[in-house]
């Protein structure tokens, strides 16, 4: 399988830890044309955003957690969502909140990386925002090695790089101990960068981001 990726994009780290903990072989490359709005992109993908996942029959899948979706329902073993209906709710859960509260104000905030352009009312209502949003990943996740159900899922591909994303803006925004506010959140990551591909995904991606923003 391709993976047309960027390694800094916290979205491709989503596809690449899946792809990682099934085991399942992939070769990373950039968007053909050298752009996501490249007209051979575009005809891969018209959304124009990475990453996207080609089968070899040429079908390619868009957005993160419809790869990572088509992933557990082709590759079944081992799955990434927990055995039970409720534990189940809570990844998913932990995956929508991440998602729709935590991603977009991380994304907004970034608008705002550069001093001289910056509005501090901006700035404040989206770290109350993400801010809030991280106390509700908080709700819904183990203060253990991975997110919910004692073993890697879908919650542990979302959350990692959306971490990796919230320590970037406290890196921006002088707020070295942002995550480390959130002390079930930040105790979850340092055990689950013990586990090989997560902790492989962390280091790569985090540094990859780090030299893309300067
Ligand atoms: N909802 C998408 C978001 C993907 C996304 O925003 N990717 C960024 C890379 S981090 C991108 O391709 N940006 C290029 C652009 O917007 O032209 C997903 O989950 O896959």
């Known amino acids: 399988m391709k993976l047309y990726a960027v390694t800094h994009s916290p979205f491709a780290a989503r596809v690449s830890l899946a792809l990682r903990l099934k085991g399942v072989p992939y070769e990373q490359a950039p968007p053909p044309g050298g752009s996501t709005r490249s007209p051979e992109y575009l005809a891969i993908n018209p959304i124009g955003k990475l990453p996207v996942l080609v089968l070899p029959d040429g079908t390619a899948i868009a957005e993160s957690e419809t790869i990572i979706d088509y992933l557990e329902d082709s590759v079944p073993q ?67 090695a991975f997110a919910v159900g004692g073993k890697a899922s879908k919650a542990d591909c979302i959350l990692l790089p959306t971490v990796i994303l919230c320590t970037l803006v406290g890196r921006i925004f002088d707020l070295p101990e942002l995550v480390a506010e959130f002390p079930r959140l930040s105790s979850y990551v340092a055990k689950a960068r013990t586990n090989p591909d997560m902790g492989s995904i962390w280091d790569e991606t985090e540094a990859a981001l780090r030299a893309f923003l300067g």
């Open 78 to 144: 081992p799955s990434l969502l927990p055995a039970g209906a409720q534990e189940r709710v809570r990844v998913r859960n932990a995956v929508r909140t991440a998602e729709s509260y935590v991603v977009p104000a991380a994304l907004r905030l970034f608008r705002q990386m550069k001093p001289e352009t910056r509005d501090a009312g901006v700035v404040a209502a989206e770290l109350a925002q993400l801010r809030n949003g991280l106390t509700l990943v908080e709700h819904f996740i183990d203060d253990a």
